[in-house]
Structures are given as C-alpha cells and as structure tokens.
C-alpha cells in the first residue's frame, strides 16, 4: 500500500463552504449527509445504514449507535451541530432511516454522491471528482491539522492500525507542526 492516500479531501476553507452550504440547503439531509460524513468521519455504508433508532443517549452524551466495518458495533458522540443536523432530518419521525432521498427511501451512496456533487457546485468548490470518501479523508486530515495527536485521530476514525491513519495525513511534510516547535514551546519557560 502506497505511504500516502491518493484520495484528495477538502481544504479548510472548502470544508467550511460545503458546511455553510449543506446547512443552508432546503433539502434537510444536506446539512446531515455532510455532519455525519466530514463531521463524524462515518464512512459511506455507515451514514446510509444509521436509522432513527441507533440515536440515544450515553452518560449524559448523544450518540449514534454505528455498525461499522466487520459488523462492529461502536458508539458515537453527537456533537450539537450534528446533533441539530440529525434533527432537522429526522423532524418527526420515530422510526426508518435517518438519511432519506427524494423519493423518502433510504438514501444509498449513489444519492448521497449527487447530493455532495450538487452541494460542492454549489459551494463554488471544483474538484474533479467528488465521492462521499472525500469527506471522511477530510475528517481525518482536519482533525490532524488541528494538531490532534495521530492516536486521537485513528480512535476517533476507527482505524486498526495507525499506518492507516498516517496515510490520510498530507501534511506530514508541513514543517509549521514538526514536533521542534512543540517542545521548544513547552521548555520555553526554562531557556
């Protein structure tokens, strides 16, 4: 396996105008497609597949119940925004999938490519090809760009192995976050 992704995800300032623009969107499983996408780093199947009923609450958090690769069971926390996101899709209703197209089925991952291709047009962002990964890459490389350490970042995306992690990460040759400034930073008070 190549060291790093051939996957591109978002810059910042991308991520942010498809936030802004999904959360605008009168369609109101934009704003939860992208949330649980770029904001939880669910993978596609996973976003899909989450019904009313994996919602709940956990030691005074919300969280979405998630069955991810190798049908392993984990819970996720809902930050408010995405947590506002969810409900907003939801409205009402107490039962189905949290995800629906057009048509109020489930939404499967070919309608949620179009609607992140729409979202992504119209946002103004021009990438080659817009795929639902993007997003759960630019999760990843957020989060590590936040300056989250490479642990925090492989529980919170539910890598096996961290080399899974270091692969999504394309600012390892960014020298504003080499490890140097870290610790001249923390001995400062001694120097």
Not at 11 to 22: D, M, N, R, S
Not at 75 to 94: K, N, S
């Amino acid at each position: 396996m190549p060291a790093e992704s051939p996957t591109l995800g978002l810059g910042h300032l991308q991520f942010e105008a498809l936030i802004t623009t999904a959360r605008k969107s009168p369609n109101l499983n934009d704003f939860a497609l992208v949330a649980l996408l770029g904001l939880l780093g669910l993978r596609i199947f996973e976003a899909c597949g989450s019904n009313i009923a994996d919602l709940g609450e956990e030691h005074g958090h919300r969280v979405l119940r998630v069955r991810g690769k190798g049908g392993k069971v984990v819970l996720v926390p809902l930050p408010p925004a995405v947590a506002r996101a969810i409900d907003r899709a939801v409205d009402e209703r107490t039962s189905g999938p949290i995800l629906r197209n057009t048509h109020g089925r489930r939404m499967d991952r070919h309608a949620a490519t179009r609607r992140l291709k729409h979202l992504a047009q119209a946002a103004g962002i021009r990438m080659p090809r817009m795929h639902p990964h993007m997003l759960r890459h630019t999760f990843v490389t957020t989060m590590l760009d936040a300056g989250l350490s490479l642990r925090d970042v492989q529980i919170a995306a539910r890598h096996a192995d961290p080399r899974t992690t270091m692969r999504y990460d394309r600012a390892r040759k960014n020298l504003d976050r080499h490890p140097n400034y870290i610790l001249a930073a923390y001995m400062a008070s001694g120097t």
